[in-house]
């Protein structure tokens, strides 16, 4: 087994970066459990909408981490994880395809031309970027006026790429009741081997604290519930490729913009990790697909041994009740004779013609259908077709 050591800051930290299932999985536990480590260092999490919220360009603010409420809280926890869950499966170097960028945008690809359709109609939102919200057949961006340009030739010759190797690029619109028409987020997917791979394209903010403006102070003394955001955010020019589906693996799955490397230059290595992704995600489904076939056998095997095992029950209740008949009928018999005898005893008439032998050969008749040897013996020494129907008439089962 292997272990993270986590502090109160640093798994408040953790929940409040993404969601809760992303930090789960790569810790190599559940949300379940991880959410137990929460609640027993007192550590706040998102509510539910939180990060849809995020999504689509809200800025919301962070529950604080409040001080431990008794001196018994943990102030640090231990994530065990089985080994083959936290070590990362290696990946395979492949080499990278040669991937131009364009000097000029010319005979864009059609999802990066109506995406930029798309842009050029929408408004830069608070933090100065331009952000496609389900636009129809547009891509997953965010950037701001003065790098549209960029973005887009950066996607033309990506997408470009991605098809080039027989990829597939697509857009999936999944509406959220709770934003207002006509602002549904959209993800950009490639399709690998039948495999869809989420990726997206952002430029990056710039983070100043906020300067509370003349309307906000006076708000703020008129009405306590009155908001100011903490911090102002600015686009810096700087864009970001990301691969946004989980898959397994201990490859890159974010390109930046930075000091010595430039996006356009990783786009080769972002065609292949693509590629990669889709593959890990289809060996994991078919490992899935196996484990769920093996409970499913296990299952079933299961279910025939509970089976035999009720058939085994009922067979010992069965012949538990043949037992008592058997005596039942031992004394029933006996006292049949003792009448016949004691009515001999005094010269009573026992023939079949009177009453008191009717009455016997009745009794005698009873005691043949309650006797289980009857039955038992009929099975085993008559033939098939002829003592099945009676066994099953007399012992209530089948032969």
């Not at 909408?49 to 001080?67: E, F, N, S, T």
């Not at 008129?222 to 990301?242: H, I, K, N, Q, V």
Request: proline content about 7%; overall charge positive.
């Amino acid at each position: 087994m292997e272990e993270v050591r986590l502090t109160r800051e640093e798994l408040y930290r953790l929940v409040w970066s993404e969601p809760i299932q992303r930090v789960a999985r790569r810790l190599g536990i559940s949300d379940v459990m991880l959410a137990k480590h929460c609640r027993r260092m007192e550590v706040p999490r998102p509510g539910r909408g939180y990060w849809q919220r995020v999504a689509v360009g809200q800025h919301l603010k962070p529950a604080p981490l409040p001080p431990p409420k008794s001196p018994q809280t943990p102030t640090a926890c231990v994530i065990r994880a089985p080994t083959q869950q936290r070590r990362e499966t290696p990946v395979q170097k492949e080499t990278a395809p040669e991937v131009t960028v364009q000097s000029k945008l010319n005979a864009p690809h059609p999802l990066v031309r109506s995406t930029l359709d798309a842009l050029r109609r929408w408004t830069p939102d608070r933090d100065g970027l331009l952000r496609v919200r389900g636009a129809e057949g547009s891509l997953d961006v965010a950037v701001s006026p003065s790098s549209v340009d960029r973005a887009m030739r950066i996607l033309d010759a990506l997408l470009k790429a991605v098809e080039s190797r027989g990829g597939r690029v697509l857009v999936r619109r999944h509406p959220d009741a709770w934003v207002r028409a006509g602002m549904q987020r959209a993800d950009t997917l490639v399709e690998v081997q039948g495999q869809q791979v989420q990726f997206r394209l952002r430029e990056l903010l710039n983070r100043r604290p906020h300067t509370p403006t003349l309307e906000e102070q006076q708000a703020r003394a008129r009405y306590s519930w009155a908001f100011a955001p903490m911090w102002d955010y600015t686009p810096c020019g700087r864009l970001s490729l990301e691969i946004v589906s989980y898959w397994p693996g201990n490859a890159r799955k974010r390109w930046t913009d930075g000091a010595r490397e430039r996006l356009e230059e990783c786009l080769g290595e972002v065609v292949v990790a693509l590629e990669q992704a889709a593959r890990a995600m289809r060996e994991q489904q078919e490992a899935e697909e196996r484990a769920r076939q093996r409970q499913a056998e296990e299952e079933r095997r299961r279910r025939l041994q509970e089976l035999e095992r009720q058939r085994e029950e009922a067979r010992r209740r069965q012949l538990a009740e043949e037992a008592e008949r058997w005596h039942l009928a031992r004394r029933v018999r006996a006292y049949i004779s003792a009448v016949e005898q004691q009515a001999k005893l005094r010269g009573m008439d026992t023939g079949p013609e009177g009453a008191l032998g009717r009455w016997i050969a009745w009794a005698r008749s009873v005691v043949d259908e309650l006797d289980p040897l009857k039955g038992r013996l009929a099975a085993l020494f008559l033939p098939k077709t002829e003592c099945s129907g009676r066994e099953h008439h007399v012992t209530g089962q089948a032969p």
